[in-house]
């Protein structure tokens, strides 16, 4: 099988597509033939090597963990899954191999998707909808009549918080680039403010959550328009402290197939949009990587495992 694998840290320049024995699924785990996965920051981070010190990998490393495609063995002491199943989930950073035609994955990483949702939709969930989820409800706390701003609101996690927010019941206002306002209208938010013509911090007042994708001034002028007792909940600053009564919390999405299953559902039940921005084949991977990079995708950025 063909996979984008890397020997050593550094640029997009190190990303290869080399072929990579599949091995057997060992006790608790199927193989998964890959159809699609996504693409995330993370990914680059650990591109880099500033993961290392959180999840040291070993090389030669094959790159990516959100992957969506069919069970095609099943190991030992497996139950519930067999052959075809259509499935979706996420592979520990410290394993990776989301970025390859097939990956061996442990049981209880990944659930089902119905016949409705493409591989590709459904690979654009795990990290980026699994951390939008913990960070309004998880680490915001956030509940029905309070207001939320959502920074960066057309990419991968914004534009499923403002889906998950607004059907919470809480009031949303959201960052946007003024050609992805419609966009962000429709997907609920109530508010949208045009982050290169507008400061938000003169638009938004007493909010009791923000959510901050985007961290330096950002999430500093972010402070500002919070109320006492709310929360400044960060996925771009690690160093984050709360301030007096605002609580400031950092999230780190580890893995959550129980929220993904019910994510899946609401999918299923046509109340979630799932965006995505451009479908790279495999031999396209480093211009998946460098277009999440450079930043400014519209939802998520999708590559297909192409046979």
């Not at 913990?134 to 309070?146: D, I, N, P, S």
């Not at 780190?252 to 899946?264: C, M, R, S």
């Not at 479908?279 to 939802?299: K, N, P, T, W």
């Amino acid at each position: 099988m063909q996979a984008l694998r890397i020997h050593d840290f550094g640029s997009t320049r190190q990303v290869a597509l080399e072929d990579e024995r599949p091995t057997a699924p060992g006790a608790g785990y199927v193989d998964v033939r890959i159809e699609a996965a996504s693409v995330n920051p993370l990914d680059l981070k650990i591109l880099a090597g500033y993961m290392q010190p959180v999840f040291p990998i070993r090389f030669p490393y094959t790159l990516g963990t959100d992957f969506a495609g069919t069970v095609e063995a099943v190991g030992a002491e497996v139950s519930g899954f067999k052959l075809g199943d259509r499935v979706v989930g996420r592979l520990a950073p410290t394993q990776g191999g989301a970025f390859a035609q097939s990956a061996s994955v442990p049981l209880h990483t990944f659930c089902r998707i119905p016949d409705s949702m493409s591989y590709e939709q459904a690979a654009a969930l795990p990290t980026a909808a699994g951390s939008a989820w913990l960070a309004l409800f998880g680490v915001g706390k956030l509940q029905a009549g309070q207001s939320v701003l959502i920074h960066a609101a057309a990419g991968g996690v914004g534009s499923f918080a403002v889906q998950f927010a607004k059907r919470a019941g809480a009031y949303v206002m959201a960052t946007a680039s003024s050609q992805n306002h419609a966009l962000v209208k429709e997907l609920g938010a109530d508010e949208v403010i045009d982050y290169r013509r507008e400061d938000f911090a003169t638009r938004c007042r007493n909010v009791d959550v923000v959510i901050d994708t985007i961290g330096g001034d950002t999430g500093e002028r972010s402070w500002q328009v919070i109320k006492a007792g709310g929360a400044l909940v960060s996925l771009a600053d690690h160093t984050i402290q709360s301030r007096g009564d605002i609580r400031g919390e950092f999230v780190f999405f580890n893995n959550d197939a129980l929220a993904l299953e019910q994510i899946v559902k609401l999918f299923e039940s046509q109340q979630l949009q799932v965006i995505l921005d451009t479908i790279h084949s495999l031999e396209e991977g480093r211009a998946a990587l460098e277009q999440v990079a450079h930043g400014h995708a519209r939802g998520k950025v999708i590559i297909r495992a192409a046979r």
